[in-house]
C-alpha cells in the first residue's frame, strides 16, 4: 500500500492555459475524491467517482471543469482557461466504501496550482 | 446545508500542556466526523473516526468525542509536543455520497 499519489505536485500556468492533475488512489479503493483547498481555508468537495462513475458534481465544479476515471483506478482534473481564481491546492482522497458510517478518506499530498 | 465552525482559528501553547481543539456543526444528521492533521504545504492524515453511534474514540495521546445531539466534537491532546505543530481541521460525513465537509482549521503551534 503505497498511498493515494498526486502529479504533479506544482504547477504554475498562465491565465487562459489548460492544465490537468492526475491521481492514483490505493489500489483496492474503489471510490475517489477530489477536493479544493484555498489558503486559510478547509478543502471544499469538487466531485466523486465510484469505480468509473462520476455520481456528484459539486457546483463550485464550473463548465471548465472536468474530471475523468476512465478504468475504475487513476483519475484526471482538468481545468480549461484557467483563471486566476482556480489557484489553489487540489487533493485527491480515496475510500474503500465500507457502510454505516465506518469510511476512512485517504489524502494524496495535494496539487498546488498557482494561476498567472 | 452543514457549516462545520472551528474554534479557535489558531493556539500557541508551551510543551506539555494539555490541550483542547472544538468543532462544531449545524446537521446533527451525520454518518461520522473525522479529525484530520494537515502540515504546512501537505495533504492530510486521518487522526480519529468516530461513528455517530459512537461517543468517543482515542489514539495514543489524542481522544476525540462526539456529542451529535448538539453539534459538537472535541479534540484532546495531551501532553503536547512540537512535533504536534500543525493545522488540525475536523470534518462530518452526511451519507451524501460520503463528501467530506470541512471547517476551516484550528492553526496549533507548540513551543519549546
Known amino acids: 500500500d503505497t498511498g493515494v499519489s498526486q502529479d504533479p505536485r506544482h504547477k504554475i500556468t498562465k491565465r487562459g492555459q489548460n492544465v490537468t492533475f492526475r491521481c492514483d488512489p490505493i489500489?483496492?479503493?474503489?471510490?475517489l475524491y477530489w477536493y479544493r483547498q484555498t489558503l486559510g481555508q478547509g478543502p471544499e468537495f469538487l466531485t466523486y467517482?465510484?469505480?468509473?462513475?462520476?455520481?456528484?458534481k459539486s457546483r463550485l465544479l464550473s463548465d471548465r471543469f472536468s474530471a475523468e476515471r476512465p478504468k475504475g483506478s487513476f483519475s484526471t482534473l482538468e481545468i480549461q482557461r484557467t483563471e486566476q481564481g482556480d489557484s489553489a491546492m487540489y487533493l485527491c482522497?480515496?475510500?474503500?466504501?465500507?457502510?454505516?458510517?465506518?469510511?476512512?478518506?485517504?489524502f494524496g499530498p495535494g496539487t498546488r496550482l498557482l494561476v498567472l | 446545508k452543514q457549516e462545520v465552525t472551528q474554534i479557535p482559528a489558531a493556539l500557541s501553547v508551551p510543551e506539555g500542556e494539555n490541550l483542547v481543539l472544538n468543532c462544531s456543526f449545524t446537521?446533527?444528521?451525520?454518518?461520522?466526523l473525522q479529525w484530520f492533521r494537515q502540515d504546512p504545504g501537505k495533504g492530510l492524515t486521518s487522526l480519529l473516526l468516530i461513528q455517530s453511534s459512537q461517543r468517543e474514540q482515542t489514539s495514543g495521546r489524542l481522544n476525540a468525542s462526539l456529542d451529535k445531539s448538539s453539534g459538537r466534537s472535541t479534540l484532546y491532546i495531551a501532553a503536547s509536543q512540537p512535533g504536534d505543530s500543525a493545522t488540525y481541521l475536523c470534518?462530518?460525513?452526511?451519507?451524501?455520497?460520503?463528501?467530506?465537509?470541512f471547517g476551516t482549521g484550528t492553526r496549533l503551534q507548540v513551543t519549546l
Open positions: 489500489s483496492e479503493h474503489n471510490r
Open positions: 482522497a480515496s475510500s474503500s466504501g465500507l457502510a454505516g458510517g465506518k469510511e476512512t478518506q485517504y
Open positions: 446537521d446533527s444528521a451525520i454518518y461520522n
Open positions: 470534518a462530518v460525513d452526511t451519507g451524501t455520497a460520503s463528501k467530506l465537509t
Open positions: 467517482f465510484q469505480n468509473e462513475a462520476q455520481l456528484e
